[in-house]
């Protein structure tokens, strides 16, 4: 079993290639714990053999076949061993003059195949459809536009399946040039860029039987026919799916805004506690600087995080993974896992010299290194030691950046009865740049202050405020602070504000229409 701090670890080998369309980690624990993944695990056996015995067959001429061909050897065996019942270049209502039908309407059953025939070009015939589908040649790039002339045959087929999506209306589109298998969704696949991802080839010539399994099991559960059927309550699978990963979004965000908060504090105290910075947390100045830092700081972490998340900075090259923010949340999830966060000085700056090497590298600063690391240099000020100079002169010590980002890089567990499980890595993948925006919003409106006397903090109205000790009366306190610690609050008194919460991207571009 890994360890929590192993699990920090990016995973570079996963079985499918989820480009935003789901929440990895729904997909890596959560899916895979529900039943239907263990239930699946036949058929996607004897899946892996039919692609085995198919590939054996067509694999030399998959790259020479036309469309067509492509169609007739590979693509249909494979729908029709997924369950599908579909109808070819269906005549689906809605298109504009010059465009093609779709390649494929997929139904529940052989009945509503037939009933829909009746209805072709009218507005019922999606009534009856699950899904549709858009298939090209083996070596074409499901991302980007064929050269040729302007005809939408030629466009991004990414921007077809859009199209198609639109004008059906059905929910769910299936992508594929017979390699690579996309899933997109109509309320985002006007993005071109959100969908999840299976390499059949991938499960064809690894020497992994796991992997190879596993990338047949998502198949199964993700692409068979029964995920696109609505079950009793009108939900596909897929649906639940979509749902449990923007679930998952939004318990990860309101912990992460919880953790920030936690991290920020930590920052701060941390850069008061090496005499050799010389900061006075007495002093007004001091205390405002640092609180101004320490959020700049932060976000730099944030930005981190996010850009080793999503493939921004190369993870890939060992040479950066040693360097990487990722790299030291494991030492720091480690000293926490193993209850040596005391042993780290408060004074000492060792894991600081590794984010500022991190810093220079994202800033540019040395042109060879970057090409080394093959680094692009993000130098638009957020890293700039020039125009934060405050970052170049102090230090967090060690002891408080480690539970700094460790609070940042992992979030706690629970079991079904609510008590603690542990840790997991947070999946920054999950999380849009809207929604990291706005954690760090909420972090703007504190200030700094020392406690005069013993302070604690109560919830009050569903919000947690700091007040004296002696005026706490019979309420539960959540956290202490000793006269002459440091601690954050709102001009209210308030330790965390509510702050706002994730809103589906479908919800936020129908409220931008209709403003429109």
């Known amino acids: ?14 079985p499918h290639r989820n480009h935003y369309l789901f929440s990895d980690y729904y997909l890596e624990e959560g899916l895979r714990r529900e039943p239907v993944w263990k239930t699946a695990q036949t058929d996607a056996a004897r899946l892996l053999a039919f692609l085995r015995d198919l590939y054996a067959r067509e694999g030399g001429q998959l790259e020479a076949y036309s469309e067509a061909q492509l169609e007739e050897h590979w693509i249909k065996p494979l729908l029709r061993e997924l369950g599908h019942v579909f109808e070819p270049q269906a005549a689906v209502p809605g298109l504009d003059r010059g465009i093609k039908k779709p390649d494929y309407v997929f139904f529940a059953d052989e009945a509503a195949r037939q009933a829909a025939a009746a209805d072709q070009r009218s507005d019922e015939y999606a009534r009856h459809a699950l899904a549709v589908g858009e298939v090209k040649a083996w070596p074409v790039n499901l991302s980007k536009k064929t050269a040729g002339a302007a005809v939408f045959d030629n466009n991004n087929p990414m921007f077809q399946i859009d199209y198609y999506l639109k004008s059906t209306g059905v929910p769910w589109g299936i992508a594929s040039n017979g390699r690579f298998w996309r899933l997109v ?10 969908y999840f991802e299976l390499d059949l080839l991938d499960a064809l010539t690894t020497t992994d039987e796991t992997r190879a399994l596993a990338v047949c099991n998502y198949l199964v ?45 930590q920052l701060i105290i941390g850069f008061f506690a090496p005499a050799a910075n010389k900061l006075d947390p007495h ?31 190369p993870m890939r090259n060992e040479e950066y993974r040693d360097r990487s923010l990722t790299a030291l949340a494991r030492v ?30 994202i800033n540019g600063d040395n042109a060879d290194l970057n090409a080394f690391l093959g680094v692009p240099r993000y130098n638009g000020g957020l890293f700039d030691p020039q125009r934060h100079p405050f970052l170049a002169a102090q230090f967090v010590g060690d002891r408080h950046l480690v539970r700094a980002v460790d609070y940042l890089a992992r979030r706690r567990k629970t079991d079904p009865d609510g008590r603690f499980a542990g840790f997991e890595p947070v999946d920054y993948r999950t999380l849009g740049v809207r929604q990291l925006g706005s954690i760090y919003e909420g972090l703007l409106e504190y200030k700094v202050s020392v406690a005069a006397e013993e302070m604690v903090t109560v919830r009050k109205g569903g919000k947690e405020t700091w007040l004296p000790a002696r005026q706490r009366g019979k309420a539960k306190s959540i956290e202490t602070k000793q006269p002459g610690e440091l601690y954050l609050a709102t001009d209210k008194g308030e330790r965390k504000a509510t702050g706002s919460y994730y809103t589906p991207d479908y919800i936020v571009k129908y409220i931008v229409e209709q403003t429109l």
């Open 221 to 265: 559960v993700l692409f068979g026919q029964a995920a696109f059927r609505p079950g009793p309550g009108g939900a596909t699978r897929l649906d639940d799916v979509l749902r449990g990963s923007q679930t998952y979004a939004r318990a990860l965000e309101s912990d992460l805004r919880d953790n920030a908060y936690k991290a920020l504090e």
């Open 185 to 194: 969704h109509r309320d985002t696949s006007y993005k071109l860029d959100i």
């Open 1 to 14: 079993m890994m360890t929590n701090a192993q699990q920090l670890a990016l995973d570079l080998g996963k």
């Open 332 to 361: 720091a999830a480690r000293a926490v896992d193993d209850h040596k966060i005391d042993a780290q000085p408060p004074m000492t700056r060792k894991h600081w010299g590794h984010l500022e090497e991190l810093f220079t590298v």
């Open 283 to 313: 002093d007004p100045a001091d205390r405002d600087a640092v609180y101004r830092n320490s959020l700049l700081l932060l976000y730099r972490l944030l930005f981190l995080f996010y850009g080793e998340s999503r493939g921004l900075l």
